[in-house]
Nanobody, 117 residues
Framework: QVQLVESGGGLVQLGGSLTLSCLVSESISSLYAIGWPRQAPGEQRELVARIFRGGMTHYEAVPKGRFTISRDDARNTVYLQMNNLKPEDTAVYYC???????????WGQGIQVTVSS
């Protein structure tokens, strides 16, 4: 039911910034949580951050402060602002939806982020 479209990835130099966007096909105000998992080659998938229906946020793989997750309910869009990027941030980043606290049921196509020196 829920479709997600990501944009904003690409190549950036060490210390640079990128903003990822996730356009959601339904009202995001009705969804329990939207998150940004990532997966580097040969590594396990890990959750970067998630944002909840009421606007509360949780950061997992990257501490709060370097990355910021936010939402614009009028545009049905969730963002991930990434600052001071490091080589270990290189990964495929996904947008995912947990519609009712049951799990990550819907996924975007993934978008590549590459940090070069």
């Amino acid at each position: 039911q829920v479709q997600l479209v990501e944009s904003g990835g690409g190549l950036v130099q060490l210390g640079g910034s990128l903003t990822l966007s996730c356009l959601v096909s339904e009202s995001i105000s009705s969804l329990y949580a939207i998150g940004w998992p990532r997966q580097a080659p040969g590594e396990q998938r890990e959750l970067v951050a998630r944002i909840f229906r009421g606007g509360m946020t949780h950061y997992e793989a990257v501490p709060k402060g370097r990355f910021t997750i936010s939402r614009d309910d009028a545009r049905n869009t969730v963002y991930l602002q990434m600052n001071n990027l490091k080589p270990e941030d290189t990964a495929v980043y996904y947008c995912a939806v947990n519609p009712d606290a049951s799990g990550w049921e819907y996924w975007g196509q993934g978008i590549q982020v590459t940090v070069s020196s």
